[in-house]
């Protein structure tokens, strides 16, 4: 029982390169998460999905778009890296939206030079 | 719209006295309060949670929180600090409408243990 894993640990990007940041859940939950942290900013929401078939913006969506490819998955997209988006990147599921405890995976380190 | 703010940056307290963080919270509904910890490149841990049962609640590894609607606080205290108690926590914030943003994070209170 894995809980939520996140793809890979580290990246580093050089600017306008692509990725995706991948997340996967055991807990058969059904909303999902993905945040950022900055320091000193806590975690902002930049997408989630309230159930499979669905996303929805969060506070900082600009320069991401994700992917609910099936209730276990949930990926992060960065079409053109920006230094702006040195981060660490936290995905977190929840049982359903709204007033529930979120698990989090262990996170993503990317750095964008 | 909800929000929720952390009053102190940084907590430093010497080993083995109690410990206070404290944090404020605003919301349109009745809400539910977490605290997180995080320590040094982890993922974040649930301490505990409130969702409208008991107002006092308690966590694990010795933490509590007392819900205190007229003051809209959420501190989070525990009697004896431990040096593995080092490390970074956030309140948060979710009103049980069902949020479209799902959680909402305070900034975060750098704990630190002094031996």
């Known amino acids: 029982n894995a809980g939520v894993t996140q793809t890979p640990k580290f990246q580093v990007l050089k600017t306008g390169q692509s990725m995706t940041l991948q997340c996967a859940q055991d807990m058969n939950h059904n909303s999902m998460y993905w945040y950022r942290q900055d320091p000193g900013m806590g975690l902002r929401l930049i997408y989630y999905?309230?159930?499979?078939?669905?996303?929805d913006k969060g506070e900082v969506p600009n320069g991401y778009n994700v992917s609910r490819l099936n209730k276990r998955e949930f990926s992060l997209r960065l079409e053109s890296a920006a230094p702006s988006q040195t981060s660490v990147y936290f995905c977190a599921t929840g049982r359903y939206r709204g007033n529930t405890e979120a698990f989090f995976g262990q996170g993503t380190r990317l750095t964008v030079v | 719209a909800q929000s929720v703010t952390q009053l102190d940056s940084h907590v430093s307290v010497s080993e083995g006295t109690p410990v206070l963080l404290r944090c404020n919270y605003s919301?349109?509904?009745?809400?539910?309060l977490f605290w997180y910890v995080q320590h040094p490149n982890k993922g974040l841990q649930l301490l505990l949670k409130?969702?409208?049962?008991?107002?006092l609640v308690k966590g694990i590894n010795g933490f509590e929180a007392e819900f205190k609607k007229s003051e809209t606080s959420f501190h989070l205290t525990k009697p004896s600090a431990h040096m593995s108690d080092a490390a970074e926590y956030f309140c948060?914030?979710?009103?049980?409408?069902?949020?479209?943003?799902?959680?909402?994070f305070g900034k975060g209170t750098h704990l630190i243990i002094q031996p």
């Open positions: 948060v914030v979710s009103e049980s409408r069902g949020g479209a943003d799902g959680l909402t």
């Open positions: 409130y969702t409208s049962a008991a107002t």
């Open positions: 999905s309230a159930s499979e078939g669905t996303t």
């Open positions: 919301s349109s509904y009745s809400p539910s």
